[in-house]
Structures are given as C-alpha cells and as structure tokens.
C-alpha cells in the first residue's frame, strides 16, 4: 500500500476548520446551508413592528374620533379609513410572519454557516492567489487547476461536499474531476494559517502563538513600527518558553520590510 499523496478538498475544508476554530469546530459545517444573521433579522423586522404600532395608535385614534362624532358622513370615512388601516396591519403581520424566529437553534445554525464561510474564504482564497494548487484528478492522473479558476472564471465550479470541479471545456479536455491538493503543500500552508479562536491558538505550540500574535501585531500597526529590540523581548514576555532565536526567526519572517528599513526609529 503506498502513502497517500493529496488530501480530496473536502478534507482540507475540514482540517482547515479545525485549525481556525478548535473546539468549536463541529464537523457538520460543510454540509451547512446558508443562513442569514440575526442581526440582518432584527433590522428587517423593526420597520415592521414600528410600522404595525403606527398602524395601532392610527386605529385607535380613528375609533376615537368615531365616538366622539354624530356628524354620519364624517363616521363613514373614518370607519373607511380604519378598514384600510387593518388591512395593512394584517399585510405587515404577514411580512413578520415571514421571517424566521430568532430561537437558540436558528443562532446555532447561523453559527454554523459562518463557520462555513469563512473556512471557505481561507481554502478558496489560498487557492486563487496561487499560495497553493488544487488538482483536477481522474484516476491516478490529474490536471493542475489555474488560480484564476477560483477567483470566479466562467465555466469553471467546485462542490466543497463532493470534492468536485467542473472545468470550462476551452481549457481541459476533460470536464469534470476529483479536486484534490498535494497533502505536502496543504499542510505548509495550514502552519500560516492563524486560528480564529483562543481554544484554537491554545492548541498552537508556543512559537506558532507568538506568530499568531506577532501577525496580528502587523496587521494592526502596519506604518509603526514597534522596533525589532522592542517587540522580541515583548514576545518572550507574553509567550513563556519562547526562545530569543525563535522570535528572532519570526520578526525575521513576518516583520514588513519597511519595519526592517535600518536606522528606522520605533514608532515610526
């Protein structure tokens, strides 16, 4: 029995989850189906609860009014305009009714589908800036897929749950194949992938969390520089066990260039 040689892209999906989520990670999220925020809900749905107590206090008001009035053509109208008033109250109930209900299992399920998401834009997104390449694989032989294949080109899709793409005819001579992804340079790529959760950076090895942190750094004070003499020992600081080489290799690695420019000043 020989060693395998790729991972199918579904399992990428998978291990790429459990990297970003850790124990949040449940397994079911590449089946998930979209869902949409409740957040997005909330703000579909205020409208229309303000528009039905508009409606309310209008009513109300018409029924007054009614009461306090013998004049029959005056009464007429505003029993005319109560039923319009009712009837878009019962168009407004309908279109509340219409929206789902925001219960425990409709956050889970959302939750679940961001995961999804998201997972999905790292793999993808790898995928078509070229940092690796997924193959078109029938039997043993197989067919590099291009990176701009993933960035949307017509006639091209993949199926995350099947491991499945379906090439444009005008490139391959064959339309469709098993994607899959060389496991030497998946698993390269998966080591710079940061986790999104702490559970998941808790399970990093303490130079993968300093990295983790040291990336995030980067990101959040990309024209000031903290100094090299500044952020190694800073490292060690949070990072117990954390070599002087060791953070060294990571300034030396992710640190911008201009951060590295000599005679640069921290903070500058």
């Keep these: 029995m020989t060693d395998r040689l790729y991972f199918f892209l579904e399992e990428t999906f998978d291990m790429l989850g459990r990297r970003l989520y850790g124990s949040e990670w449940t397994g079911n999220e590449l089946i ?4 949409e925020s409740p957040q997005a809900i909330e703000e579909k749905a ?3 609860v303000q528009a039905i107590a508009d409606a309310n206090a209008e009513i109300v008001a018409a029924q007054d009014e009614i009461a306090s009035t013998v004049d029959a053509a005056k009464v007429e109208t505003l029993t005319a305009r109560i039923t319009d008033l009712e009837n878009r109250r019962g ?6 009714n219409d929206l789902p209900l925001l219960t425990e299992s409709y956050t889970t399920s959302y939750e679940l589908f961001e995961r999804h998401r998201v997972t999905e834009e790292h793999l993808i997104g790898a995928l078509a800036s070229g940092a690796m390449r997924a193959w078109a694989m029938r039997g043993d032989n197989g067919t590099g897929i291009h990176a701009r294949f993933w960035r949307g080109e017509k006639g091209f899709a993949y199926y995350l749950d099947l491991s499945l793409v379906v090439l444009p005819l005008t490139e391959y001579g064959k339309r469709r194949g098993t994607a899959k992804i060389r496991i030497t ?4 790529w ?8 702490e559970d998941a950076i808790a399970k990093l090895s303490v130079e993968e969390q300093a990295t983790a942190w040291f990336k995030q750094e980067v990101a959040a004070n ?3 520089s903290p100094g090299r003499k500044n952020i190694v020992p800073r490292m060690q600081e949070l990072f117990p066990g954390l070599s002087e080489r060791a953070a060294l290799q990571i300034w030396q690695q992710h640190a911008p260039e201009q951060w590295k420019e000599p005679g640069r000043r921290p903070g500058s």
């Design 32 to 35: 998930a189906v979209t869902v």
């Design 185 to 188: 340079d998946f698993n390269a």
């Design 91 to 96: 168009q407004l109930h309908s279109e509340q």
């Design 46 to 48: 205020a409208p229309l």
């Design 222 to 224: 990309q024209n000031k």
């Design 190 to 197: 998966l080591e710079s992938v940061t986790p999104i959760t």
